[in-house]
């Protein structure tokens, strides 16, 4: 009996001790975060917290808070002073670098900082922005929602469709592996919009070169399979067709993989017509043309990009991630002096399977 009630009485103190959890209403609560360069030794950084406003027809508006410090973490201690609140990081769903922050400091330190706070999910989106982190998000947009609420909306249903889905897990797994580069969506303003103008690309942790939105969709179906999207082709007599992708897969094989290895890409799309002018689609030998056209200017485009890739000896695509997993013995240090060098063939194969009504 006295055991029993020396438990309830130390169960009852130590609850008395534990601080209360701290209301909701009492936090302010950051949605997206931005980094911006001010010079090699400082950083500016802005973090936008939702803020509802009184009266019969409240909205959530943004607030934003600045600041410019010489580390992550110092400047997560200077916008606590400027706070009514305490500013909490748990809701992050976005973090924006500024184009010449990537390029000239690069965004490890500020990105590792959110990978290891364990409140934020590894799961934030991540972007580079054209111009300046703090512009994007403290412009006023005529949207309902946050900034941080359309920002988030707009990369995740582009990477429905068009880019591959980048978070900070992602990122950092890229970063670390061996054969593969980093990469995420790069954003700019055009007028009251945001916009994807396409993928940014990484050596290591800094922004080198950038692949345009027209593109994107391209290097999406190189890089995994892909389900969504659309795209455009221009035939013969300036015609065009825009052709919905049904399905695609993409499968990567090497051969003579550590002496003068050669290396192909094999791409497989299944397609539809979903809209053209003046093109006989019922005939059989014109949906054949089509698929030539499709194939061939996927093929050229496909290996322009990967030339690219390998002019910057930067490896987006983790073409040497997947020759590892191919390869006893595989030896980076070979692979990385050769990958400039590396014959790599693009294969399309295209079939284009039903078409719907067009003009």
Not at 273 to 286: D, S, Y
Not at 335 to 340: G, K, L, M, P, R
Request: aromatic residues 10%; positive net charge; proline residues 4%.
């Amino acid at each position: 009996m006295k055991k029993w009630l020396i438990t309830c009485l130390s169960v009852s103190v130590i609850a008395g001790c534990s601080p209360s959890p701290p209301i909701l209403e009492d936090l302010q609560f950051v949605q997206s975060i931005g980094y911006d360069y001010v010079d090699k030794n400082s950083i500016k950084g802005s973090v936008s917290v939702p803020v509802i406003q009184s009266g019969m027809n409240s909205q959530t508006k943004s607030e934003i808070f600045t600041a410019v410090a010489h580390t992550s973490k110092d400047f997560g201690r200077i916008i606590q002073s400027q706070s009514q609140k305490p500013i909490e990081t748990g809701r992050l769903g976005v973090a924006l670098y500024g184009k010449e922050l990537a390029n000239k400091k690069g965004i490890f330190e500020m990105l590792d900082s959110i990978y290891r706070d364990p409140r934020i999910s590894k799961e934030v989106h991540l972007a580079v922005v054209e111009g300046k982190a703090y512009e994007m998000l403290n412009y006023r947009y005529p949207i309902s929602d946050t900034t941080s609420k359309y920002l988030i909306g707009l990369i995740e249903q582009n990477a429905e469709q068009y880019l591959p889905k980048v978070d900070v897990h992602t990122f950092m797994y890229q970063y670390f592996g061996k054969g593969m580069d980093p990469f995420m969506p790069l954003l700019r303003r055009e007028g009251d919009k945001i916009q994807v103008k396409g993928i940014a690309l990484f050596k290591g942790d800094k922004y080198i070169d950038y692949i345009g939105f027209k593109e994107a969709f391209l290097f999406k179906m190189l890089y995994e399979d892909s389900k969504k999207g659309f795209f455009n082709i221009k035939l013969d007599n300036d015609l065009y067709v825009s052709i919905e992708n049904i399905s695609s897969s993409v499968n990567y094989k090497v051969r003579k993989s550590n002496m003068n290895p050669k290396f192909s890409i094999y791409l497989k799309l299944k397609g539809r017509v979903v809209e053209g002018t003046r093109i006989p689609l019922g005939n059989k030998n014109k949906i054949q043309s089509i698929e030539k056209e499709v194939r061939y200017n996927i093929k050229k485009r496909g290996q322009k990009m990967v030339s690219q890739f390998q002019k910057l000896k930067i490896d987006p695509l983790g073409i040497g991630d997947r020759v590892k997993s191919q390869t006893r013995k595989f030896d980076f240090r070979n692979w990385e002096d050769q990958y400039s060098e590396i014959p790599i063939e693009l294969n399309v194969d295209v079939q284009i399977t039903q078409t719907m009504s067009v003009e």
